[in-house]
């Protein structure tokens, strides 16, 4: 298998066990103010998710759910505060996170010049 591939699997058997023991989501303190600085669209929130458990982000509307997934989803960024997803930071380590979650917009688009795989 050579050095690499010995490598490679080292580091999937890491990120297994990582995957395993950490909470699925973890928020801490997060805050959200849109860049003219009038609008605060979340504030301070905090909560964690575990791994298989099931969750609900319910309130009204401009409540800042929407935003609070954008920013998770790592399609936004924060102002304050962290998010953790199966312990990875979305700021230090999206990368790794974008290959572990998807998201659906609640307005479901759907682009014709593109294929399956694209």
Do not use: H, W
């Not at 909470?23 to 959200?32: E, M």
């Not at 009038?38 to 929130?45: G, I, P, Q, S, T």
């Not at 953790?84 to 609640?106: A, D, S, V």
């Amino acid at each position: 298998m050579g050095e690499f591939g010995i490598q490679q699997e080292n580091e999937q058997k890491i990120n297994i066990a990582k995957l395993k023991k950490k909470n699925a989501l973890n928020i801490k303190i997060l805050t959200k103010i849109y860049e003219d600085g009038n609008v605060v669209a979340v504030d301070d929130v905090s909560f964690c998710v575990k791994k298989g458990e099931i969750f609900s982000l319910l309130g009204p509307n401009g409540a800042g759910k929407t935003t609070l997934i954008s920013i998770a989803a790592t399609a936004m960024n924060l102002t304050s505060g962290s998010v953790e997803i199966f312990g990875y930071n979305i700021q230090t380590e999206y990368k790794k996170i974008r290959k572990l979650i998807g998201i659906c917009p609640q307005d479901l688009v759907f682009y014709g010049g593109l294929t399956v795989y694209e």
